[in-house]
């Protein structure tokens, strides 16, 4: 299993978010890890300024972007509604 960190920028955005949508993403984040490309997800690379970078779907309107930076590690460095992440 690949171990998850997070950034200070998720870790300052998370803190902003309602705590169901926070839940959410914890619900998101254990499926994720059993079935990274389980529809629900909509598991993406992204190009652009986000080149390389991996999206997954929180919500309808939230989304959680990560970079593996090696074989072991995910860091998780955003997330939010998808017009502040790609606005």
Do not use: C
Not at 9 to 23: A, E, G, S, Y
Not at 59 to 87: C, F, K, P, W
Request: glycine letters at 6%; proline letters at 3%; a positive charge.
């Amino acid at each position: 299993m690949k171990k998850i960190e997070f950034h200070k920028d998720f870790k300052k955005d998370f803190k902003q978010l309602h705590p169901k949508i926070q839940k959410k993403f914890w619900e998101r984040l254990e499926l994720w890890q059993e079935q990274p490309n389980h529809p629900l997800l909509n598991h993406h690379i992204l190009s652009g300024d986000y080149k390389g970078k991996h999206s997954i779907n929180i919500t309808g309107d939230v989304r959680a972007i990560y970079i593996e930076n090696d074989e072991a590690i995910v860091i998780y460095l955003m997330i939010g509604a998808h017009s502040q992440l790609y606005g």
